[in-house]
């Protein structure tokens, strides 16, 4: 029987946005009059991305891996949890191969931000920069996101099943 040895996973997130700056998003501080409200730190792309991995090797979700009930996760640092997530993701015998995300935000312009987004992503999975998509787009000035009253990301990540010492011995 042939192994499956791609998966894919799905990421969605929200996060209502209050007045003052910085926005933390992928990872970085973007200069900004707007911020996400959120237990963690509120990075919505990280978050995004975190369920995506998780997803992939079905390991349950962000929200069940740190609760927002427990203290230890008040203002906590999403890279870090996106780090712990995906040791799991490892542990489980996967690998990522390519993420792709799509960041919706009416501002600020994350145009001159992807590249560090990007690269912050990358490093934080030990992979090249190529192998991470950052997409971003507008809410249209309607609805919720173009109201400016939230920002939300979606991702989807696809993994592979990392070869062990019993694979190359079969
Ligand atoms: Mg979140």
Redesign the pocket.
């Known amino acids: 029987m042939q192994r499956t040895t791609l998966r894919v996973g799905l990421g969605h997130?929200t996060?209502r946005l209050g007045e003052g700056g910085p926005l933390v998003l992928g990872g970085i501080e973007i200069p900004h009059d707007r911020h996400a409200i959120?237990h963690s730190d509120?990075d919505?792309l990280l978050?995004a991305l975190t369920d995506a991995l998780l997803g992939a090797a079905a390991l349950g979700d962000i929200g069940e891996l740190f609760p927002d009930t427990a203290a230890e996760n008040r203002g906590r640092c999403s890279k870090e949890m996106l780090r712990l997530a995906y040791d799991r993701v490892r542990a489980a015998g996967f690998g990522v191969v390519n993420v792709d995300c799509v960041v919706f935000a009416q501002r600020p312009k994350l145009g001159p931000h992807k590249r560090r987004i990007q690269e912050t992503i990358a490093e934080l999975l030990a992979v090249p920069a190529s192998q991470i998509g950052v997409k971003a787009k507008t809410g249209e000035l309607v609805g919720p996101v173009g109201r400016e009253e939230a920002i939300m990301a979606e991702c989807v990540a696809v993994v592979e099943r990392l070869e062990t010492a019993d694979d190359k011995a079969a």
């Open positions: 997130d996060h959120g509120a919505v978050h």
